[in-house]
């Protein structure tokens, strides 16, 4: 015989303070875990999201990051003529030759000031980013000193915005207008012309990478393979995804931080809900008698008081993921290692991370209650009786 | 205080819930102690060791990647107060496979005899430093680095260059150590790089550390060389070495703010957690409550009997956390540097302050309401309360 699953509700419910209380250290708990899941999953879903399936990037041999790459342009003019790479309507091969710099704007969030990727490119670089739409002012013009920015730079740098100068290179630059790509990792860029970045940095013949277009899924590891063994070129390939992809790893650390804090936090919280639970064997003991001489087992009561433990846990989980939903689309920025600047991105609740959240609650409450029950169910029916 | 006795002897009725409480407080008041000391290291009270509190970096004004002449080192060694300059250069590159983070590690080149003039802490061997200085193709490798990869004088380490289009074929001359922290450093001679950028455009400095006559002088030096390079092809940003290693925590996601969220989280979890204990206890007693204010006891004797038990209680919560936050920072001290002041964490005089203060007010404010409560109840209803 099972007690019913009202009589744990209507208990938890006549001692509502305790219960409130538990439940709210258990939902803190159950917050800081989700908070730090929300940061990690935002910074992988913007990275996942971006990256053409088709487009691969070419940098130079031995190096991790546009940034370190050293990408000389008559490699490029060798390299565009490969088969399998897609044309445009013009005929015109889709290979973009780009020149990639970072540059320091003070933002909102960091008065001292953060590094941010400045990109130079040609129109077939703009064909490529077919994603990027804008949604204020226009493209720069090629020839000119003009910059278009994406959206969150736009949002995160007043410094940034239409129709302020940015000082970097040899002078300065008018922003003429903002763009939004879904490639979300694109819109944390400064997008200008390649020729007039180039001549400021002195990189005329050396720029960074080149980003190009296959034709197909088949052409496009075909391209990879035939850019990567060519030792003329000597030149490293790897799909666009794949390369955003890696800087997920600059989330690691907060997702470890995260996690030993909440592993810490659930600890302590344990110890409140067995508190909670062992103060509410000790007050229903005479309750437990009548029951055990209504013929309830031993068993019955241990289920019991552990489902009863359960249910505090999981009210406390619901009530975490409850406060921690309104960080769901914060933005932030992030450094990243491998581009030497800041990639801004939203924190995202996935349900993935809300039941992994609540699994967390239950967890904690099976922990804090099975002692508990066992005591309940160990109670001998005169002790009981006579106890409280 | 002729009341602790009695005060004890009620913390002491219930032992495993008393027992249960303290722990639980421990762990939550350890984690917000580590956090407090990670926020007043950082933040507030953090000090530059005594070598590094005279040494300045010189940095490209828009970011550390872009380089700076190498001619500006004679011209920063004449500001009034330097000592000496030392150009240095990040060289990056790949040792074995970097997708394993633990061959991650600083590896830079320096003028091999200003190396050890301007880190006057480091400590090396007079020959091992005299044969790092001498071979163009030499470093020196920090202990903790040189223990964790195996490095022996005599070793050859090969670095993969991704920034440089070059590799580091280099010979472990010296290892050193410091009388300050450990940097996990690889310095090699930048001879290496001037052999293989020979004639490059590329052979430039990463940027410049210099050492100050005095601690006095830094701000005004700092002021100096970036007044002097205001116009020049490269602006210079111009700070000491400490504030130089902090300007990276911002790379790591918004440091302040997550600190201050978990602080904050923790705080309120133990304040719940101890009120509900002294809530529970509380109510057990009611009855008590009626039979001391029948023997005399005024209201606020007894307001204080149950606030003075949560007051014993968090603070015996609070001693143990920060006894575990200690050890916890002594772990913190063995890992990885990311950033100088993880590597001299410790629990400060204001943190335990800090940390005793909160335990004090969530004992006495977890305990009030109910103590109050309780003081209040009419003598007739508390003897007869039945729970």
Known sequence: ????????????????????????????????????????????????????????????????????????????????FKPGIARNAAGEPLASLEVVTVINLVSVEFPEGANVNVRGVTPVGLELREDARLTEGRWFTPGRREATVGSSIAKRYPEARPGRKIRFGRGEWEVVGVYDSEQMARNSEILVDLNQVAADFGRESVLSSALVRATDPVAHQALINDLEADTRLNVQARSEKEYYAQQTSSGDLIRYLGTVVAVIMAVGSCFGAMNTMYAAVARRSREIGTLRVLGFSRSAILVSFFIESLMLAALGGALGILLVLPVNGLSTGIGSFVTFSEIAFQLRITPQTMAAAFLFALAMGAAGGLLPAFQAARKEILTALREG | MKFLPLIVKNALRNRRRTLLTISSLAISLCLLGVMMALYYALFIGGQPAKAQARRVVVRHKVSIVFPLPLYFRERIAQVPGVEEVMLWSWFGGVYKDARDQRNFFARMAADAERLFRVYQ?????????????????????????????????????????????????????????????????????????????????????????????????VAAISRAVDEMFANSEAPTKTESEYAFGLSFLSFLGNIKVILMSICFAVTFTVLLITANTMAMSVRERVREVGVLRTLGFGQPAIVGLIVGESALISLAGGLLGVLVAGGL????????????????????????????????????????????AAARTNIIDALRFTD
Not at chain 2, 145 to 168: M, S, T
Request: include cysteine.
């Open chain 2, 121 to 217: 802490d480091y400590v090396i061997p007079e020959e091992q430093k005299q044969a790092f200085i001498r071979d163009p193709a030499g470093c020196i490798v920090n202990k903790a680095l040189a223990e964790r990869h195996g490095f022996q004088v005599g070793d050859k380490i090969l670095i993969r260059g991704d920034i440089y289009p070059f590799d580091l074929d280099l010979t472990v001359r010296g290892i050193y150590s410091s009388t300050d922290f450990d940097d996990d450093t690889l310095w090699f001679n930048w001879k290496y790089m001037e052999n293989a950028l020979r004639n490059s455009p590329r052979l430039m400095a990463g940027g410049f550390t210099l050492l100050a006559r005095s601690e006095q002088d």
């Open chain 2, 329 to 372: 920072c002594w772990v913190i001290r063995q890992g990885p540097a990311i950033v100088q002041q993880a590597k001299t964490l410790t629990i400060e005089w204001p943190v335990f302050a800090a940390l005793m203060g909160v335990s004090l007010i969530v004992g006495v404010a977890s305990a009030i309401v109910p103590a109050v």
């Open chain 1, 1 to 80: 015989m099972i007690l019913p699953l009202s009589y744990n509700l209507r208990n938890l419910a006549v001692r509502r303070t305790t219960t409130a209380m538990t439940a709210l250290g258990i939902a803190l708990t159950v917050a800081v875990l989700a908070a730090s899941f929300a940061l990690v999953d935002g910074l992988r879903l913007a990275l996942e999201a971006s990256g053409h399936p088709l487009n691969i990037l070419v940098t130079r041999k031995g190096s991790e990051s546009e940034l370190a790459s050293n990408f000389e342009r008559r490699v490029f003019d060798d390299l565009k």
